[in-house]
Nanobody, 124 residues
Framework: QVQLVESGGGSVQAGGSLRLSCAFS?????MGWFRRAPGKEREGVAR????????YYADSVKGRFVISQDNAKNTLYLLMNSLKPEDTAMYYC????????????????????WGQGTQVTVSS
């Protein structure tokens, strides 16, 4: 099992930036960030393949958010720039164990382990 602990959430005005962190323990194949806005289903935001560093973003955040990892520190990051009120949500870190397989933002079941979430609130 991979243990995941998110931090870095908070309140920010539109146009501002936040950086989320996810400390993890255990071996991962890929990791991702998801979010759930009030009254909506959880959606994938960004994912990164642990070994290659290959990244993929949802269209709604492309060009504004950057996912990265520091394997020496066992930490996953999500840098969020140009934040909008519609980015307000609970943000979750997720990981997939193993060494192969699908790692799709559209399929939560591709990920085996989840953090508890950190709240991000963007005011206009």
């Amino acid at each position: 099992q991979v243990q995941l602990v998110e931090s870095g959430g908070g309140s920010v005005q539109a146009g501002g930036s936040l950086r989320l962190s996810c400390a993890f323990s255990g071996s991962t194949y890929c990791m991702g960030w998801f979010r759930r806005a009030p009254g909506k289903e959880r959606e994938g935001v960004a994912r990164i393949l642990t070994k290659s560093g290959n990244t993929y973003y949802a269209d709604s955040v492309k060009g504004r958010f950057v996912i990265s990892q520091d394997n020496a520190k066992n930490t996953l990051y999500l840098l969020m720039n140009s934040l909008k009120p519609e980015d307000t949500a609970m943000y979750y870190c997720a990981a997939k164990r193993g060494s192969y397989g699908a790692c799709r933002l559209s399929r939560e079941s591709d990920f085996s382990d989840w953090g508890q979430g950190t709240q991000v609130t963007v005011s206009s």
